[in-house]
């Protein structure tokens, strides 16, 4: 239940306030001027207070400096009876959330309330969030010790510290905006906002007013001035994600955010300069979205600055072992079960590591966290997983044929299909390194570059053993 502070001079107007906020679910306390009001703001602690700005004995701007001296971050809408633009002006420019003029409509109050108190909820829950979530996305927790992700901590450890905006690719569920927020925990803006929006979750003209904000009067239902979430990030970073979704006429927008450090509300007229880290993320392939005119060839290349890759789950499978050890760490303590689990059982981690998980790593941290819940034994045994994990084939099983039927089988023809599999399968390890790769399938260097020529494959050298 939100706090409000009612100060007002007049008891009548104060009583009528008190009374129409308490039928909303609000608890209120009054002042009868500016002194009292201060006194109270010192001693406790509000979501939201609603000052007259003419009184006696201490008038409403003292009520509002208090509020940014002992309660910063607190919304303080300015009421007044006399419509004055200077007053106006200078209260918005000393924080106020709010300006209105009395008499006013009681339905637009209340609208201007509500959006104030989920304002402050939203700052206390940002506030308290941002203490785990420094640890939480410190790079070193994001896991893997595969040749890609290698690549990811050493460009996170590089450009995080920077203002250069970075394009993250990778299928869906591959940690893009664990990445984003890595990025941004471990930069001078972290204790500055981390703000994002998903690009594709919402119809055109809905997703311009959350990103730009709107004037009061913009459109039919905007009854007040909205700040956008740009806006809202100033200082801090700003995600877009699976921008590729944006339409053209938000990517014009966006380039101007870029470009120039600058927005302009809906139905406004006047600039805003922002002071954003723009990081963005696509699961799509943006070249593609230029040739098909769907994507601005210069916005592009304003976000590309920093590009960062995040390979799937399936081609770094030795990451499989420590990611599950990660995630029932992790549902071990969020579940909160007397019984621990402890591992996972050998026959079910080959399952999970013969599995493609096409939905990555969010799908690996879903069954874990199934698995966790369902199991009664110290490790995770197979019958904890999903069916269509455990019953899910190996990769070699695509590869050969059943022998029951009456048709011949070229054994040839199987058997090199099987290499040709095992080959990519090790490159794709390696980064396409024959001498890498070879190790892992204890050939000689001579050997595996034999057959990789013989099956066409392309791959890279370092030298010879």
Same mark, same amino acid.
């Given at each position: 239940m939100s706090r409000i502070l009612v100060v007002d001079n007049e008891k009548s107007m104060r009583e009528m306030l008190s009374i129409a906020l308490e039928k909303e679910g609000y608890e209120v306390e009054s002042a009868r001027n500016g002194e009292v009001a201060v006194e109270m703001v010192e001693g406790s602690n509000y979501d939201v207070v609603i000052t007259d700005i003419n009184m006696p004995r201490s008038n409403g701007i003292d009520v509002l400096d208090a509020v940014n001296?002992? &309660?910063p971050g607190t919304p303080v809408i300015m009421m007044t009876g006399y419509a004055s633009p200077e007053t106006a002006v200078e209260t918005m420019k000393k924080g106020a959330y709010d300006y209105?003029?009395?008499?006013?409509?009681?339905?637009?109050?209340?609208?201007?309330?509500?959006?104030?108190?989920?304002?402050?909820?939203?700052?206390?829950?940002?506030? +308290?969030?941002k203490s785990a979530l420094k640890d939480k996305y410190q790079f070193g927790n994001i896991i893997g010790k595969n040749e890609g992700m290698k690549k990811v901590f050493d460009y996170i450890e590089k450009v995080s510290n920077s203002n250069a905006t970075v394009l993250i690719g990778g299928e869906s569920g591959t940690g893009k905006e664990l990445v984003a927020?890595?990025?941004?925990?471990?930069?001078?803006?972290?204790?500055?906002?981390?703000? #994002?929006?998903?690009?594709?979750?919402?119809? *055109?003209?809905?997703?311009?007013?959350?990103?730009?904000?709107?004037?009061?009067?913009?459109? %039919? #239902?905007?009854? #007040?001035?909205?700040?956008?979430?740009?806006?809202?990030?100033?200082?801090?970073?700003?995600?877009?994600?699976?921008?590729?979704?944006?339409?053209?006429?938000?990517?014009?927008?966006?380039?101007? @955010?870029?470009? *120039? &450090?600058?927005?302009?509300?809906?139905?406004? %007229?006047?600039?805003?300069? @922002?002071?954003?880290?723009?990081?963005?993320?696509?699961?799509?392939?943006?070249?593609?979205?230029?040739?098909?005119?769907?994507?601005?060839?210069?916005?592009?290349?304003?976000? $590309?600055?920093?590009?960062?890759?995040?390979?799937?789950? &399936?081609? &770094?499978?030795?990451? @499989?072992?420590l990611l599950v050890q990660h995630f029932i760490n992790?549902?071990?303590?969020?579940?909160?079960?007397?019984?621990?689990?402890?591992?996972?059982?050998?026959?079910?981690?080959?399952?999970? *590591?013969? +599995?493609?998980?096409?939905?990555?790593?969010?799908?690996?941290?879903?069954?874990?966290?199934? =698995?966790?819940?369902?199991?009664?034994?110290?490790?995770?045994?197979? /019958? /904890?997983?999903?069916?269509?994990?455990? $019953? =899910?084939?190996?990769p070699a099983d695509n590869l050969i044929p059943s022998i029951e039927g009456d048709h011949p089988i070229d054994l040839e023809v199987t058997l090199d299909n099987i290499e040709k599999s095992m080959l990519l399968g090790a490159l794709s390890k390696t980064d396409g390194m024959i001498n890498k790769a070879a190790k892992l399938l204890n050939l000689s260097f001579r050997s595996m570059r034999y057959r990789v020529k013989k099956h066409n494959i392309n791959a890279k050298s370092e030298g010879n053993e």
């Open positions: 001296r002992v &309660r209105i003029t009395k008499p006013f409509n009681m339905e637009d109050f209340k609208l201007v309330i509500r959006n104030a108190s989920e304002r402050k909820q939203l700052a206390e829950e940002n506030t +308290y969030l927020k890595a990025l941004h925990y471990n930069s001078s803006r972290k204790n500055h906002p981390f703000i #994002s929006i998903n690009c594709g979750a919402m119809p *055109e003209n809905l997703l311009e007013s959350e990103l730009f904000g709107h004037e009061k009067g913009a459109f %039919t #239902s905007a009854d #007040s001035t909205k700040i956008g979430l740009m806006e809202a990030a100033n200082k801090g970073t700003f995600f877009l994600d699976e921008v590729y979704d944006a339409p053209l006429s938000i990517q014009v927008k966006l380039l101007r @955010v870029l470009q *120039e &450090r600058e927005m302009t509300r809906v139905g406004g %007229t006047q600039p805003i300069k @922002v002071d954003l880290r723009i990081i963005a993320a696509t699961n799509r392939d943006l070249s593609e979205g230029v040739k098909q005119k769907t994507f601005r060839e210069d916005l592009y290349y304003r976000l $590309k600055v920093i590009a960062i890759e995040l390979p799937p789950l &399936r081609k &770094r499978k030795e990451d @499989v072992p992790k549902y071990n303590e969020q579940h909160d079960k007397e019984h621990k689990i402890q591992g996972i059982q050998p026959d079910a981690l080959k399952c999970l *590591e013969n +599995y493609e998980w096409p939905g990555n790593i969010r799908e690996l941290e879903n069954t874990i966290e199934r =698995a966790v819940v369902l199991e009664t034994e110290d490790l995770i045994g197979i /019958s /904890s997983l999903p069916e269509e994990i455990f $019953k =899910a084939p190996s």
